[in-house]
């Protein structure tokens, strides 16, 4: 069974939500894993191939608390709170260990506990490290 991405809101907290929208169904099979990023450009992503859905506001650390949200209409499906503590270095992702992939595990996104950690998988053209699309390497 897969899910389409079609309609579902991606918001951060001091951002202008974006809606996914689709003349075609964008589905994403259960077990696998949608790819999220500003721009579809390869040039411009960080050389990701295969982008699923595009939203229009960074998610660069500020030093402010942030919530990132994926919502179906009014319905809030998963919030992840982040701080500057979650920050990473530039061109490696923040990654959220296997071990807690719910929507309750995933709300403790805090690197001193192990359920983040930065990527170490090498991807695109820029030596950037993460897993974008893919599953995530398990954190130390």
Do not use: H, M, W
Request: charged fraction near 15%; hydrophobic fraction near 35%; proline fraction near 4%.
């Amino acid at each position: 069974t897969s899910f389409d991405l079609n309609d579902l809101t991606v918001s951060r907290t001091g951002a202008t939500a974006t809606t996914i929208t689709s003349t075609t169904c964008i589905p994403v099979a259960a077990g696998d894993f949608g790819l999220f990023a500003r721009s579809d450009v390869a040039a411009n992503n960080g050389g990701l191939d295969g982008v699923d859905a595009i939203y229009n506001f960074t998610l660069v650390d500020s030093g402010v608390n942030r919530n990132l949200s994926i919502l179906d209409g009014a319905t809030v499906l998963d919030t992840v709170a982040y701080t500057s503590s979650a920050s990473s270095a530039d061109g490696k992702s923040i990654q959220l260990d296997p071990d807690n992939f719910t929507t309750t595990a995933n709300d403790a996104f805090d690197p001193t506990a192990g359920i983040i950690c930065q990527g170490t998988a090498p991807y695109g053209v820029e030596g950037n490290l993460g897993t974008p699309g893919a599953a995530n390497a398990q954190c130390p």
